[in-house]
């Protein structure tokens, strides 16, 4: 198993930034890749980023020039720069936890379905 917390959310108004975290536990954090996805409601929870051990990384191509993804594997937490950010980024987002290699997490279209394990959300806000 393994457990992952989301934090690092909140109200903010547009152009602003927020870093958020995911702190995970368990399991041995460098046999997995990490990801961001996001999920407003009725919608399906989309791609967002993701990173694996080594520091390769994948974007939705929305995000690719506002948000970075980073890991810090000395302490089992990935993390999510969002810069930029605009009022269609207002979902809830959620870390989760791969055991899929890059190419087929990016075979699969990077779906949410290629996700181990999930944290239970992180609430971010973008006011106009």
């Known amino acids: 198993q393994v457990q992952l917390v989301e934090s690092g959310g909140g109200l903010v108004q547009v152009g602003a930034s927020l870093r958020l975290s995911c702190a995970a536990s368990?399991?041995?954090?460098?046999?997995?890749?990490m990801g961001w996805f996001r999920q407003t409601p009725g919608k399906e929870r989309e791609f967002v980023a993701a990173?694996?051990?080594?520091?390769?990384?994948q974007y939705q191509d929305s995000v690719r020039s506002r948000f970075t993804i980073s890991r810090d594997n000395a302490k089992n937490t990935v993390y999510l720069q969002m810069n930029t950010l605009k009022p269609e980024d207002t979902a809830v987002y959620y870390c989760g936890a791969t055991s899929e290699s890059p190419t087929s997490f990016s075979r699969s279209r990077s779906s949410a379905s290629n996700m181990d394990y999930w944290g239970k959300g992180t609430l971010v806000t973008v006011s106009s």
């Open positions: 368990g399991r041995t954090f460098t046999n997995y890749g």
């Open positions: 990173i694996w051990y080594n520091g390769m990384t």
